[in-house]
């Protein structure tokens, strides 16, 4: 057996990845799978394998290696439920993907899932390897984990404050092979969910969802309160069913205000990220499973996602 025979082998397979050592008719190869999800990492160790034996070796011994990838974590709050934050967590992240980050969803929504269906995924669930979760592929080129993946459906998830944290972990600390940004849907107020989050796991910042309505501008300001505290950076605020236009006269008005949650960015000295209307598009799309970032011509959730990525990339 020839070392540089062995050594070829191995270069045309998985250039600049691996390192040979060989011992007689034994060989070990150290493979470098940084940046490389489970299948892919997999395959490429099964395959240099094969490549050494075909060469001549009698025995092969394949480690598998990888530097930790570094993850920003962008945790997508509300003070309280019904204001679309799933929606637009949905639509940011893909919208992040679009503008070249390599994504992937958590839906932490631990009692009320829905990013399963708005991904356009639901009845999925994920495969687990050495104990870590491997996120489901998607249409949309963004990797989701949801708790709405790990239980029948329609069943109530009726679970105290750690067990939530520990699905919460269960969810961030998966497989998410290359993703460089992570986009974590919170459930609604500022519980232990929350807490855990910005605890444990620590966020790069945090994306606030409002609407206009003055009800919801007191539960936000109390999400602004919460991830001050705690030393965690507010990216902005998003205004969503900001206005809507009757689609028969063309009339714009007003249900839930007008400019209420650009007004309170501006009164806690943050970013206001920009307005999504109330609009039955939106809604019918998602029920769908298709979410309105990942149309070609979309420009609302493009601009909100070229604001965050823009912060991210100061960072």
């Known amino acids: 057996m020839d ?4 050594e070829d082998a191995v270069a045309a397979i998985a250039p600049d990845r691996a390192t040979v050592r060989m011992d007689g008719e034994r060989v070990g190869v150290v493979l470098d799978a940084t940046g490389l999800d489970g299948e892919a990492r997999d395959a490429l160790a099964a395959a240099v394998e094969v490549a050494v034996r075909d060469a001549g070796a009698a025995e092969v011994r394949v480690v598998v290696t990888a530097e930790r990838t570094g993850r920003s974590l962008i945790a997508v709050a509300s003070g309280k439920g019904g204001v679309g934050k799933s929606t637009v967590a949905a639509n940011l992240a893909i919208a992040l993907a679009l503008a070249g980050r390599r994504v992937g969803l958590v839906d932490a929504d631990i009692y009320g899932p829905s990013q399963p269906r708005l991904m356009g995924v639901e009845g999925t669930r994920p495969q687990a390897i050495d104990k870590r979760l491997l996120p489901v592929a998607t249409p949309y ?4 984990l949801s708790m709405g993946q790990l239980v029948e459906p ?10 939530t944290a520990g699905a919460l972990s269960q969810l961030i600390d998966a497989d998410w092979g290359a993703a460089d940004t992570l986009v974590v849907d919170l459930p609604p107020g ?3 969910v929350q807490l855990t ?3 444990k796991h620590r966020p790069a910042g945090a994306v606030i969802v409002s609407t206009p309505q003055d009800l919801a501008l007191i539960d936000a300001r109390r999400a602004i309160d919460l991830f001050d505290k705690a030393g965690v950076p507010i990216i902005g605020l998003i205004e969503n069913m900001a206005g809507y236009q009757c689609p028969h006269c063309g009339e714009l008005s007003d249900p839930f205000g007008h400019g209420g949650a650009e007004a309170a960015a501006a009164e806690s000295g943050i970013a206001f990220l920009g307005r999504v ?3 039955i598009g939106i809604r019918t799309a998602s029920d769908a499973g298709h979410p309105p970032a990942w149309k070609k011509d979309e420009t609302i959730f493009a601009s909100i996602g070229a604001g965050v990525a823009a912060w991210l990339a100061s960072r």
Request: aromatic share 4%.
């Open 141 to 144: 080129g963004v990797p989701l």
């Open 277 to 279: 209307p109330l609009d």
């Open 154 to 163: 329609g069943r109530a998830i009726a679970w105290r404050g750690p067990m």
């Open 197 to 199: 989050m910005v605890q």
């Open 190 to 192: 500022t519980g232990d």
């Open 3 to 6: 070392r540089q025979q062995v």
